[in-house]
């Protein structure tokens, strides 16, 4: 699809955020791009992108601001201040969050917006880092009908896989679901390779016997190093993960819904932030399995 002759902005340059930002880049599109540290910001200018000194810089030029950011708490400073996206005279219009965001939070947020005359689509990503270096992502969008078209081409830039799940709020619900199949899927392997060291196996010999069956996932051959070596530098931090199970519960909540197994995760990943190892990959799951009693 050809590019559109319009700015796009983009904001938050983490591990996932750059490529994509690169990927955009790519395609053609003139990304104006913020991030409150300067390494990836000057990154994001080898790759293409051009770089803006503060936040309002990038909404009084792009009809269209992207942010890739931990939660909403963070996308509310670079909207809010005096050199946020809100001050000075923006053209920004859409505000299309990518990060993994609680579904009522950013609802709120829409509300909050639309007196400015700015929709909220929530759009988060599936398939890590590698998926974002790839532009193989799967997208859920959760917006108006029409705003969500206008923003498909740039989200078809940066992902293989683009669904518009309903109104505002319905990406973000369907992340949750998403979320709640890979930490559950953790967890299950992560407990598959603790029965298999007890048990006088190699853990790495059962893994590849694992994705070779019915087991296989994409959350395995992300995660199959991390498991067989101990390895836990992080793709993806535990901490995050922590955060987006509340998000499922919270959802559940709403819902009336019982969800036993993603109470039970929700609770080991808990475990892992209080040890102090939220930094580490969400694998780390394993060293609390490892350290947790068995039974007599």
Not at 148 to 176: F, N, Q
Not at 281 to 286: A, E, G, H, I, K
Request: charged share 20%; proline share 7%.
């Amino acid at each position: 699809m050809t590019p559109v002759q319009e700015t796009v902005g983009f904001i938050g340059l983490g591990a996932m955020g750059l490529p994509m930002a690169a990927n955009l880049a790519k395609s053609g599109y003139d990304v104006l791009a913020w991030n409150r540290a300067r390494p990836p910001l000057q990154a994001a200018g080898s790759s293409g992108c051009r770089t803006a000194g503060r936040p309002a810089q990038v909404s009084a030029a792009a009809p269209v601001v992207i942010t890739m950011l931990p939660d909403l708490p963070q996308v509310a400073e670079v909207l809010d201040g005096p050199d946020g996206l809100l001050s000075g005279d923006p053209v920004m219009d859409i505000l299309l969050v990518m990060g993994t965001v609680s579904p009522t939070g950013v609802r709120v947020l829409a509300e909050r917006l639309r007196p400015y005359g700015i929709t909220v689509i929530d759009a988060p990503v599936s398939g890590g880092v590698t998926g974002a270096r790839a532009a193989t992502l799967s997208i859920m969008a959760g917006g108006p009908v029409d705003a969500v078209e206008r923003v498909r081409p740039y989200l078809e830039s940066m992902g293989s896989t683009v669904r518009r799940m309903g109104d505002t709020g319905a990406g973000s619900l369907a992340k949750a679901c998403n979320q709640l199949v890979v930490a559950g899927t953790l967890v299950a392997l992560a407990e598959a390779v603790l029965l298999a060291e007890r048990g006088g196996l190699e853990p790495a010999e059962l893994l590849d016997v694992l994705a070779g069956g019915l087991a296989a996932s994409e959350v395995l051959a992300q995660k199959r190093h991390h498991l067989a070596t101990g390895d836990f530098t992080p793709s993806g931090p535990a901490r995050y993960l922590r955060k987006d199970l509340g998000f499922v519960l919270e959802s559940a909540a709403g819902a009336r819904t019982a969800l036993p197994l993603s109470t039970a995760v929700a609770r080991l990943y808990e475990a892992v932030d209080a040890e102090g190892l939220g930094h580490l990959d969400n694998s780390v799951v394993l060293d609390i399995l490892r350290n947790t009693p068995g039974t007599d």
